[in-house]
């Protein structure tokens, strides 16, 4: 079973910088990536970076690029989500998610929250103004 834990959430000012992590427990992951998510209060999730755990190739939302940069530690199996510049409206929770091993040929969407088998629990982020 896949366990994805959160940490390093927190309150910054906006302009400041906050790094999150997202470890993977238990045996070494073989999956396709690691992905996080973010939901704003009364808004939907979605999508903010993802990394591939083999090839460590990675895909932003256009409004990260640029702000937030996504790196794994394959032999720590920790995949981290450093955001600089921060605004307020970056104010969400921040959720790690991870796709599951896929056959190389199968074409895999990975800015899309469908194509995640599992879940952490999430990780608040509040900037302030």
């Known amino acids: 079973q896949v366990q994805l834990v959160e940490s390093g959430g927190g309150l910054v000012q906006a302009g400041g910088s906050l790094r999150v992590s997202c470890a993977v427990s238990?045996?070494?992951?073989?999956?396709?990536?690691v992905g996080w998510f973010r939901q704003a209060p009364g808004k939907e999730r979605e999508f903010v970076a993802a990394?591939?755990?083999?090839?460590?190739?990675?895909d932003y939302a256009d409004s990260m690029k640029g702000r937030f940069t996504i790196f794994r530690d394959n032999a720590k199996s920790t995949v981290y989500l450093q955001m600089n510049s921060l605004k307020p409206e970056d104010t969400a929770v921040y959720y790690c998610?991870?796709?599951?091993?896929?056959?190389?040929?199968?074409?895999?969407?990975?800015?899309?929250?469908?194509?995640?088998?599992?879940w952490g629990q999430g990780t608040q982020v509040i900037v302030s103004s």
């Open positions: 998610a991870a796709v599951g091993f896929r056959p190389a040929w199968v074409v895999v969407r990975i800015t899309s929250s469908d194509e995640y088998d599992y």
């Open positions: 238990g045996s070494t992951f073989n999956g396709h990536a």
């Open positions: 990394v591939t755990w083999s090839e460590g190739s990675t």
